[in-house]
């Protein structure tokens, strides 16, 4: 947790993530305009008038995910994929279990992260077999609970092979698993680099071999390979040639495996555009590259791979709005800030500590007022309730003039929204989450 009793530009200047320097900027409007449109006046989403939303809710802050939205994403993204190509929900993006059941429909697997992760997928209608379970850690418990499931345990390390091994000779239950594989390279622009170097995630490529050696496989049934080498990339370059990287790698690997390539987890990354100057990933030189792929290189090479796409922010981001109140509105050596009810113990990621180098506002819109329409606008800092000047979700944003009352509306929250913000932080209530 930030330490609130340095300067304002000293708390400016750090974050939990790294390095934050504060910049400025206006505010800009969903990237899809036709995504949240206004009723006269005010915002709506799912069809809702957001003060409607709020009333339903009972009190604010609160963040409401348009279903409607994810169904639609979903649907382009299987458009932009070559067929024979899966789809996996990451679900540490967001594990509301409403918005897991609606994906439940529409996705062919899920990616869990922890026990409480894997319960809430258990709890969908998707098969124990299409669910996955990542990530370095994974205590004796969690194994049990995978194993005994029939889950895929994607192994982090040799040591996790071993404790694998001991749970399933004590239940009596041959376990599913996959490698993760720690590649040699990085992907250039992605938000957070999860491959190259040394990492918490995955086997390191060169000890690949020697631990496919290793694997009993009376006890442990060898699937594939999971390869995720980056995260929130809006380069489909980038992306096209860490997909290319990944499968030459698999095949090199895959001689040394105890059983036929049966999974092949692609890993995803794919971004969304969070301030002005990003721009929407094109998904249609990512989907022609698969298709060459699995034409050339997989297929031939690999017959009874299962190939999956994992995504989560892409799918479930720009569905989601945080709605928070303004409770007063000071001014202060030539500043207007606009105070709200709500503030980074709900939205971490909206005030740049959340995995960001550089702070960037996120879109924001006041709700009563439609952009563009009178009042004219003016420019305020948008800040938060807690006691810490991190506490700061829009530097000098442009925003029509609100009133102490209004809602403003923060979007591109739907993925790591409220689970991956310190909520216990000064106490505050938790927020009402809402699917329409």
């Keep these: 947790?930030?330490?609130?009793?340095?300067?304002?530009?000293?708390?400016?200047?750090?974050?939990?993530?790294?390095?934050?320097?504060?910049?400025?900027?206006?505010a800009f409007p969903?990237?899809?305009?036709?995504?949240?449109?206004?009723?006269?006046?005010?915002?709506?989403?799912?069809?809702?008038?957001?003060?409607?939303?709020?009333?339903?809710?009972?009190?604010?802050?609160?963040?409401?995910?348009?279903?409607?939205?994810?169904?639609?994403?979903?649907?382009?993204?299987?458009?932009?994929?070559?067929?024979?190509?899966?789809?996996?929900?990451?679900?540490?993006?967001?594990?509301?279990p409403a918005l897991l059941a609606h994906l439940a429909g529409l996705m062919d697997g899920l990616d869990v992260a922890s026990g409480?992760?894997?319960?809430?997928?258990?709890?969908?209608?998707?098969?124990?077999?299409?669910?996955?379970?990542?990530?370095?850690?994974?205590?004796?418990?969690?194994?049990?609970?995978?194993?005994?499931?029939?889950?895929?345990?994607e192994l982090e390390s040799a040591l996790e092979l071993e404790r694998v091994r001991e749970v399933a000779g004590r239940l009596g239950v041959r376990a599913r698993v996959a490698?993760?594989?720690?590649?040699?390279?990085?992907?250039?622009?992605?938000?957070?680099?999860?491959?190259g170097g040394p990492q918490q995630f995955g086997v390191d490529s060169e000890q690949v071999p020697e631990l496919l050696g290793r694997i009993p496989t009376a006890e442990v049934d060898f699937l594939g390979f999971h390869v995720f080498a980056g995260s929130q990339n809006l380069d489909a370059d980038s992306i096209r040639a860490a997909q290319r990287a990944t499968v030459e790698l698999v095949l090199k690997l895959a001689g040394f495996a105890p059983a036929p390539v049966r999974y092949l987890n692609l890993g995803g990354g794919f971004g969304?555009?969070?301030?002005?100057?990003?721009?929407?990933?094109?998904?249609?030189?990512?989907?022609?590259?698969?298709?060459?792929?699995?034409?050339?290189?997989?297929?031939?090479?690999?017959?009874?791979?299962?190939?999956?796409?994992e995504l989560?922010?892409?799918?479930?981001?720009?569905?989601?709005?945080?709605?928070?109140?303004?409770?007063?509105?000071?001014?202060?050596?030539?500043?207007?800030?606009?105070v709200v009810d709500g503030g980074l113990h709900h939205q971490l990621a909206a005030t740049g500590n959340f995995g960001s180098a550089i702070r960037r506002n996120y879109p924001m819109a006041v709700a009563h007022r439609a952009p563009g329409a009178p009042p004219e606008t003016e420019t305020v800092d948008v800040v938060g309730c807690l006691c810490t000047p991190l506490d700061l979700l829009g530097k000098a944003v442009e925003l029509p003039s609100a009133r102490v009352g209004d809602l403003i509306a923060v979007f591109q929250a739907g993925a790591y929204g409220l689970t991956a913000s310190p909520t216990a932080f000064l106490g505050h209530p938790a927020p009402r989450e809402l699917l329409v």
Excluded: C, W
């Design 1 to 26: 947790m930030p330490d609130t009793g340095g300067s304002l530009m000293a708390a400016r200047a750090t974050s939990v993530a790294g390095v934050v320097a504060p910049v400025t900027g206006t």
């Design 30 to 96: 969903h990237p899809d305009p036709t995504a949240f449109p206004f009723d006269g006046d005010t915002l709506t989403i799912g069809g809702v008038r957001a003060d409607l939303l709020a009333a339903r809710a009972g009190s604010t802050p609160f963040f409401v995910y348009d279903r409607t939205l994810v169904s639609r994403r979903v649907a382009r993204v299987r458009a932009g994929l070559p067929e024979g190509v899966e789809l996996s929900y990451a679900v540490k993006a967001n594990p509301l």
């Design 116 to 153: 409480g992760e894997l319960l809430r997928a258990l709890d969908t209608t998707v098969p124990a077999s299409r669910i996955s379970f990542a990530g370095p850690g994974k205590t004796t418990g969690e194994l049990t609970q995978a194993i005994a499931a029939g889950v895929t345990v």
């Design 179 to 195: 490698l993760r594989v720690n590649p040699p390279f990085a992907v250039r622009g992605s938000g957070m680099r999860l491959g």
């Design 272 to 309: 969304i555009p969070y301030a002005r100057r990003d721009r929407a990933l094109d998904l249609a030189p990512i989907g022609e590259n698969l298709a060459e792929l699995l034409e050339t290189s997989i297929r031939p090479r690999l017959p009874q791979a299962r190939v999956v796409i």
């Design 312 to 338: 989560g922010r892409h799918l479930v981001g720009e569905a989601g709005v945080y709605l928070t109140r303004v409770v007063d509105r000071k001014e202060s050596r030539g500043t207007t800030f606009l």
